[in-house]
């Protein structure tokens, strides 16, 4: 009898583990589906004063993504482009292509609380992470994501709010190694496209700094179309920067 | 007594050259020792200081510690309207300090890129004195970037080339441009050639966004010996409390604290010297009373007192010390003084101790007067303090014994 | 006859018990300071040496031609490992090691700092300069993507035993990777460029991690003492860049150059005026004593013997004076060679330049045979002009004359 009662506890937990990871990759197809397309406004707040950026954005997979601002006019035409874990990025005004050396890929990118980094590790979220459900209110879940032993990654920890209903997280903290909160994530504003479901509000700061946060909302989101191979070539830096 | 000192002197010849010798030498050594000493640390410091660093630099707290366009200064003209009423204040600058990425072809290298103000570093600081090809920078500069040595060749770059620069403006936002090399400096400080360049600030407060801010203001002295009270002055006439005014001592505290380290062992065995000098006085003075004993057992019972022995000895050792000190400070000065106005010059010290960061081949000798002072008094106080055990040592007879000794 | 000699000068040097002593003691006193200065200079130039030896370039290193102009992936010696072995069976090697090193960013969840990899073998670094001696905190152990911070990176990074870094670079195909270590142990090697920047890890994890040849290594650092391996590994590697410890810190090489010339130049005039002491008080006390050699000569003695007498009370002097020296030094030394000075107020300075806050003496022979010389050659030099007086001397107006 206890034989059974342990064997379906062991069952039960499997599920539960296997129910994180399910809703993980769920979550992770939120913001990928095969390919998407997001035209994007970014604006970064800090110090009392503001300032928007505009852009569009290619990716395809986990690995390929092209990134081109629209806005501001002076920074209008600037691309990024990154293929697996390289970046590169081209200025019209001084029409050169640089590579992004691995000692700027930590630095923040265009000013904002994102990192370079955080731009192009965007799939290592199910890779380098094992999630665990913590706590269930309703329909929403937060897992807490540990990093698998040896995964190159900073973060202590994350925690993920995710509805279950949308597949979409509402509150992301990421802590140190010590469990201290770094920086957040919040999302809002959900909408559904196709078969997808995104947030198309989302904000960024950093725990320890008042006043200062990086917000994105979505204008325009399409999932699954025909991205041209091109773009996630290097020429396309200065093709598609026009 | 006294002229019994005085006839004494003249007597016992041997004794009064030697100690007379002795103590010239003695003080020579000392106040050349320390003066060389004092002199090129305070070259040292002011060569490094030169380099860059200002003698009194204003930041707004925390910009040290954390930096980034947060902590910059935001209104520079409100805080240079108050250093121009400081008279001790003979020039200052505002800088704008940035770190991004030049990049020539496929060679880049993160480089810190400063906003300077040509015209006010030309006193301020030796960058323009560094130039080793090319022009230094002016007004009228435009793009113009003034490179270091080994950042030139890291970037495998010429005078003339252009290169791109990628960074971010005090917003925040994304600034690049294309540089042309107009200029080259060597400062002799590996670090320092190897990554930092500069470009004049009516064209970079365009780019970065920069009018009226700045990373730091600095400022260049009349005098650097006043720069501690000088601080005081500005910071009272700031009253900010998210200002903060340092001066090079806390700017530059690893290398001050080395000089200490260099002086204290300096005095360790200039301690030596006067040690073994002072020995050997008082080995001159012993002999020559331990052979006076008779002499003295005499003027003992003729009713001199024991005070008198002393003032006795004291005047002999006090007309000997004066003698020679006389001598030996003037000649000891004027050393000093002339090589404090003409350094010693060895060609290639400064290669050699280059990454200690001497830059410089001179070797000037420190002018005190103050110090010059203390110096002699020490060997007035070892002279004195040379007599007292031959003193005991005469008062140890009594006078009959005396009058005996052989 | 000699015996005589002997026993006069003995008691003769010891007619004026206060001015011999006087001597002795500024002999003894001024000799062990200088000693004691000596031994402190020389303790910290060696203590950087030895630090610098031991952690880093050991007395000879090898690279591959370009790599120290360029220390890139692409210039590392081939069949190194090889290369180590056969260099391991020549005459005078001591120790051998290999190392692969690399430049790239280490990173914490809040900061981030340029970084060395440095891949190490740990136990043959413990045979080659005792390593484990360098640790400051933790315990050395690189197993499972365990890593050895230098300190002050650890302080920049805040982080300590236990933390967990990130470091990224770009491996041999020219990608970006990254790789999580885990902090064991802080060391302080006063080097300053190993403090400042490395992280150590295990030297084949390193190949793994960069998808190098674990045939290859970037350096092989040599222990040993042998004047003629430098050569002889000069000729048998020509195709490599062979360079001694000399060669590769030029400022520790000027250091030592400096402090030469600081220690001769205080013996010579430490000596000089010793020598004008043991002159005064050898001179008063031959003047003193003229009537009695004007007895002796013209009692028939031979001026040689006086001669001989007045330099033997000269050496007796010299000797005593030495030994009390020799007795106060060495127990100085021995003192700072255990306990150091303290200069732990300036620790912040020291360690910027690569030096202990404690600074240890070291004792060297040559300090005291030295000082012999010199102090024989300062109480014989000492009595040649009171002897010349002596020798012209009429022995009868002496004994005529009054003093």
């Given at each position: 009898?206890s034989?059974?009662?342990?064997?379906?506890?062991?069952?039960?937990?499997?599920?539960?583990a296997?129910?994180?990871?399910?809703?993980?990759?769920?979550?992770?197809?939120n913001?990928?589906g095969k390919n998407?397309?997001?035209?994007l406004?970014?604006?970064i707040v800090?110090?009392?004063?503001?300032?928007?950026?505009?852009?569009?954005?290619?990716?395809?997979?986990?690995?390929?993504?092209?990134v081109?601002?629209?806005?501001?006019?002076k920074?209008?035409?600037?691309t990024?482009?990154?293929?697996?874990?390289?970046?590169?990025?081209?200025?019209?005004?001084?029409?050169?292509?640089?590579?992004?050396?691995?000692?700027?890929m930590?630095q923040?990118?265009m000013?904002?609380?994102?990192?370079?980094?955080?731009?192009?590790?965007?799939s290592?979220?199910?890779?380098?992470?094992?999630?665990?459900?913590?706590?269930?209110?309703g329909?929403?879940?937060t897992?807490?994501?540990?990093?698998?032993?040896?995964?190159?990654?900073?973060?202590?920890?994350?925690t993920?709010?995710?509805d279950?209903?949308?597949y979409?997280s509402?509150?992301?903290?990421?802590?140190?190694e010590e469990?201290?909160e770094v920086?957040?994530?919040?999302?809002?504003?959900?909408?559904?496209?196709?078969?997808y479901?995104?947030?198309t509000?989302w904000?960024?700061?950093?725990?320890?700094?008042e006043?200062?946060y990086?917000?994105?909302?979505?204008?325009?989101?399409?999932?699954?179309?025909?991205?041209?191979?091109?773009?996630?070539?290097?020429?396309?830096l200065?093709?598609?920067?026009? | 007594?006294?002229?019994?000192?005085f006839?004494?002197?003249?007597?016992?010849k041997?004794?009064?050259?030697?100690?007379?010798?002795l103590?010239?030498?003695?003080?020579?050594?000392?106040?050349?020792?320390?003066?060389?000493?004092?002199?090129?640390?305070?070259?040292?410091?002011?060569?490094?200081?030169?380099i860059?660093?200002?003698?009194i630099?204003?930041?707004?707290?925390?910009?040290r510690?954390?930096?980034?366009?947060?902590?910059?200064?935001?209104?520079?003209?409100?805080?240079?309207?108050?250093?121009?009423k400081?008279?001790?204040?003979?020039?200052?600058?505002?800088r704008?300090e940035?770190?991004?990425?030049?990049s020539?072809?496929?060679?880049?290298?993160?480089?810190?890129?400063?906003?300077?103000?040509?015209?006010?570093?030309?006193?301020l600081s030796?960058l323009?004195?560094?130039?080793?090809?090319?022009?230094?920078?002016?007004?009228?500069?435009?793009?113009c970037?003034?490179?270091g040595?080994?950042?030139?060749?890291?970037?495998?770059?010429?005078i003339?080339?252009?290169?791109a620069?990628?960074g971010?403006?005090?917003?925040?936002s994304?600034a690049?441009?294309?540089?042309?090399?107009?200029?080259?400096?060597?400062?002799?400080s590996?670090?320092f050639?190897?990554?930092?360049?500069?470009?004049?600030?009516s064209?970079?407060d365009?780019?970065?966004n920069?009018?009226n801010?700045?990373?730091?203001i600095?400022?260049?002295?009349?005098n650097?010996e006043?720069?501690?009270?000088?601080?005081?002055?500005?910071i009272?006439?700031?009253d900010?409390?998210n200002?903060?005014?340092?001066t090079?001592?806390?700017?530059?505290?690893?290398?001050?604290?080395?000089?200490?380290?260099?002086?204290?062992?300096?005095y360790?065995?200039?301690?030596?010297?006067?040690?073994?000098?002072?020995?050997?006085?008082m080995?001159?003075?012993?002999?020559?009373?331990?052979?006076?004993?008779?002499e003295?057992?005499?003027?003992?019972?003729?009713?001199?007192?024991?005070?008198?022995?002393?003032?006795l000895?004291?005047?002999?050792?006090a007309l000997?010390?004066?003698f020679?000190?006389?001598l030996?400070?003037?000649i000891?000065?004027?050393?000093c003084?002339?090589?404090?106005?003409?350094?010693?010059?060895?060609d290639?010290?400064?290669?050699?101790?280059?990454?200690?960061?001497?830059v410089?081949?001179?070797?000037?000798?420190?002018?005190n007067?103050?110090?010059?002072?203390?110096?002699?008094?020490?060997i007035?106080?070892?002279?004195?303090?040379?007599?007292?055990?031959?003193?005991?040592?005469?008062?140890?007879?009594?006078?009959?014994?005396?009058?005996?000794?052989v | 006859?000699?015996?005589?000699?002997?026993?006069?000068a003995?008691?003769?040097?010891?007619?004026?018990?206060?001015?011999?002593?006087?001597?002795?003691?500024?002999?003894?006193?001024?000799?062990?300071?200088?000693?004691?200065?000596?031994?402190i200079?020389?303790?910290?130039?060696?203590?950087?040496v030895?630090?610098?030896k031991?952690?880093?370039?050991?007395?000879?290193?090898?690279?591959?031609?370009?790599y120290r102009?360029?220390?890139?992936?692409?210039?590392m010696?081939?069949?190194a490992?090889?290369?180590?072995?056969?260099?391991e069976?020549?005459?005078?090697?001591?120790?051998?090691?290999?190392?692969?090193?690399?430049e790239?960013l280490?990173?914490t969840a809040?900061?981030?700092?340029?970084a060395?990899?440095?891949?190490?073998?740990?136990?043959?670094?413990?045979?080659?300069?005792?390593?484990?001696?360098?640790l400051?905190?933790g315990s050395?152990?690189?197993?499972k993507?365990?890593?050895?911070?230098?300190?002050?990176l650890a302080?920049?990074?805040?982080?300590?035993?236990?933390?967990?870094?990130?470091?990224?670079?770009?491996d041999?195909?020219?990608?970006?990777?990254?790789?999580?270590?885990?902090?064991?142990?802080?060391?302080?090697?006063?080097?300053?460029?190993?403090?400042?920047?490395?992280?150590?890890?295990?030297?084949?994890?390193?190949?793994?991690?960069?998808?190098?040849?674990?045939?290859?290594?970037?350096?092989?650092?040599?222990?040993?003492?042998?004047?003629?391996?430098?050569?002889?590994?000069?000729?048998?590697?020509?195709?490599l860049?062979?360079?001694s410890?000399?060669?590769?810190q030029?400022?520790i090489?000027?250091m030592?150059?400096?402090m030469i010339?600081?220690n001769?130049?205080?013996?010579l005039?430490?000596?000089?005026?010793?020598?004008?002491?043991?002159?005064g008080?050898?001179?008063?006390?031959?003047?003193d004593?003229?009537r009695?050699?004007?007895?002796m000569?013209?009692?028939g003695?031979?001026?040689?013997?006086?001669?001989?007498?007045?330099?033997?009370e000269s050496?007796?002097?010299g000797?005593?004076?030495?030994?009390?020296?020799?007795?106060?030094?060495?127990?100085?030394?021995t003192?700072l060679?255990?306990?150091?000075?303290?200069?732990?107020?300036?620790?912040?300075?020291?360690?910027?330049?690569?030096?202990?806050?404690?600074?240890?003496?070291?004792?060297?022979?040559?300090?005291?045979t030295?000082?012999?010389?010199?102090?024989?050659?300062?109480?014989?030099?000492?009595?040649i002009?009171p002897?010349?007086?002596?020798?012209?001397?009429?022995?009868?107006e002496?004994?005529?004359?009054?003093?």
């Amino acid at each position: 009898m206890s034989k059974i009662i342990l064997i379906v506890f062991i069952f039960m937990l499997d599920l539960a583990a296997d129910e994180a990871h399910e809703i993980i990759k769920k979550l992770d197809e939120n913001f990928r589906g095969k390919n998407i397309y997001m035209k994007l406004n970014m604006k970064i707040v800090s110090m009392g004063h503001e300032r928007v950026m505009k852009m569009q954005s290619y990716s395809q997979g986990t690995k390929k993504s092209f990134v081109k601002i629209i806005y501001p006019p002076k920074d209008e035409g600037i691309t990024f482009l990154s293929l697996d874990r390289e970046m590169w990025q081209y200025v019209p005004k001084i029409e050169r292509i640089i590579k992004i050396p691995p000692s700027m890929m930590l630095q923040k990118w265009m000013g904002s609380d994102i990192t370079n980094d955080d731009m192009v590790k965007q799939s290592s979220i199910v890779e380098d992470y094992e999630p665990k459900i913590i706590k269930r209110e309703g329909s929403v879940v937060t897992i807490e994501l540990t990093p698998k032993e040896n995964a190159p990654v900073v973060w202590g920890k994350i925690t993920l709010n995710i509805d279950t209903t949308t597949y979409t997280s509402h509150k992301d903290i990421f802590y140190d190694e010590e469990g201290k909160e770094v920086r957040y994530f919040i999302y809002k504003d959900v909408k559904k496209v196709g078969n997808y479901y995104i947030p198309t509000y989302w904000r960024v700061q950093s725990s320890d700094t008042e006043g200062r946060y990086t917000e994105m909302i979505l204008e325009e989101v399409e999932y699954d179309t025909k991205i041209s191979e091109e773009y996630f070539t290097k020429s396309a830096l200065k093709r598609f920067s026009k | 007594m006294f002229k019994l000192a005085f006839k004494n002197i003249l007597f016992y010849k041997g004794r009064s050259i030697a100690t007379a010798v002795l103590t010239f030498v003695s003080t020579m050594l000392f106040i050349l020792y320390i003066s060389l000493q004092d002199g090129s640390h305070n070259s040292m410091l002011e060569n490094s200081l030169k380099i860059y660093t200002g003698a009194i630099e204003i930041y707004r707290k925390d910009y040290r510690d954390i930096g980034g366009n947060e902590y910059l200064i935001q209104d520079v003209k409100a805080i240079t309207d108050k250093l121009e009423k400081i008279d001790a204040i003979e020039e200052y600058s505002p800088r704008y300090e940035t770190y991004g990425l030049l990049s020539n072809k496929e060679y880049s290298a993160a480089s810190m890129v400063a906003g300077i103000e040509p015209n006010k570093e030309k006193l301020l600081s030796s960058l323009e004195s560094a130039l080793i090809e090319g022009s230094f920078l002016d007004e009228g500069s435009a793009n113009c970037i003034y490179i270091g040595a080994e950042l030139l060749k890291k970037l495998k770059l010429g005078i003339g080339d252009e290169v791109a620069f990628i960074g971010s403006a005090s917003d925040g936002s994304f600034a690049a441009d294309m540089f042309k090399v107009c200029g080259v400096f060597k400062t002799g400080s590996f670090e320092f050639d190897s990554s930092t360049s500069f470009v004049a600030r009516s064209y970079f407060d365009e780019l970065m966004n920069a009018k009226n801010r700045a990373s730091y203001i600095t400022l260049k002295l009349k005098n650097i010996e006043d720069a501690d009270k000088v601080n005081e002055q500005i910071i009272s006439m700031l009253d900010d409390e998210n200002l903060e005014s340092l001066t090079w001592k806390t700017l530059m505290k690893s290398m001050v604290e080395i000089m200490e380290i260099d002086a204290v062992f300096g005095y360790i065995s200039l301690s030596l010297f006067m040690v073994v000098i002072f020995f050997v006085i008082m080995i001159y003075g012993f002999v020559n009373v331990s052979s006076r004993i008779k002499e003295f057992g005499v003027l003992r019972c003729i009713g001199l007192s024991k005070r008198n022995i002393f003032l006795l000895l004291f005047y002999e050792i006090a007309l000997l010390s004066i003698f020679a000190t006389l001598l030996a400070t003037p000649i000891a000065a004027y050393i000093c003084y002339y090589y404090n106005i003409n350094p010693i010059v060895i060609d290639g010290i400064a290669d050699m101790y280059k990454d200690y960061g001497i830059v410089s081949d001179e070797i000037p000798f420190d002018y005190n007067l103050f110090t010059i002072g203390w110096n002699v008094g020490v060997i007035y106080l070892l002279n004195f303090l040379s007599i007292l055990y031959p003193y005991m040592y005469i008062n140890s007879f009594r006078p009959i014994e005396a009058t005996r000794h052989v | 006859m000699y015996k005589l000699i002997l026993k006069l000068a003995w008691k003769n040097s010891f007619l004026r018990r206060s001015r011999t002593l006087l001597v002795i003691i500024m002999i003894a006193v001024s000799m062990s300071m200088m000693l004691a200065i000596e031994g402190i200079y020389d303790g910290m130039v060696e203590n950087m040496v030895d630090k610098n030896k031991r952690s880093d370039s050991g007395d000879i290193s090898i690279f591959a031609k370009e790599y120290r102009i360029n220390k890139d992936l692409a210039y590392m010696i081939k069949n190194a490992d090889e290369i180590k072995a056969q260099i391991e069976n020549m005459q005078g090697a001591q120790a051998v090691v290999l190392r692969v090193k690399a430049e790239g960013l280490l990173s914490t969840a809040r900061k981030s700092s340029f970084a060395s990899v440095v891949g190490i073998d740990l136990q043959a670094e413990e045979r080659f300069g005792k390593f484990s001696e360098f640790l400051k905190e933790g315990s050395i152990d690189l197993q499972k993507q365990g890593a050895i911070v230098g300190i002050e990176l650890a302080k920049t990074l805040k982080v300590g035993v236990g933390s967990k870094v990130v470091f990224s670079t770009q491996d041999i195909r020219g990608e970006i990777n990254s790789i999580a270590l885990y902090v064991r142990a802080i060391v302080q090697t006063t080097n300053i460029s190993l403090d400042n920047s490395a992280i150590f890890i295990d030297i084949n994890q390193l190949h793994k991690f960069l998808g190098t040849d674990s045939k290859n290594a970037m350096q092989i650092a040599i222990r040993g003492e042998d004047k003629e391996l430098y050569g002889k590994l000069k000729i048998a590697f020509a195709n490599l860049d062979v360079k001694s410890f000399l060669e590769l810190q030029p400022m520790i090489k000027q250091m030592q150059d400096l402090m030469i010339i600081f220690n001769s130049v205080t013996f010579l005039i430490v000596m000089g005026v010793v020598f004008i002491g043991i002159f005064g008080v050898m001179y008063v006390s031959i003047l003193d004593r003229v009537r009695e050699f004007g007895i002796m000569i013209s009692v028939g003695m031979h001026y040689k013997y006086i001669r001989l007498q007045i330099f033997l009370e000269s050496i007796v002097i010299g000797v005593l004076g030495y030994l009390s020296g020799a007795v106060l030094g060495a127990v100085l030394l021995t003192y700072l060679e255990h306990y150091g000075i303290d200069l732990s107020a300036f620790s912040d300075a020291l360690a910027t330049w690569g030096y202990e806050a404690v600074i240890y003496a070291t004792i060297k022979v040559s300090y005291f045979t030295t000082t012999l010389g010199a102090i024989m050659a300062a109480s014989i030099f000492s009595v040649i002009i009171p002897l010349r007086k002596i020798k012209k001397l009429n022995p009868i107006e002496v004994i005529k004359a009054e003093k």
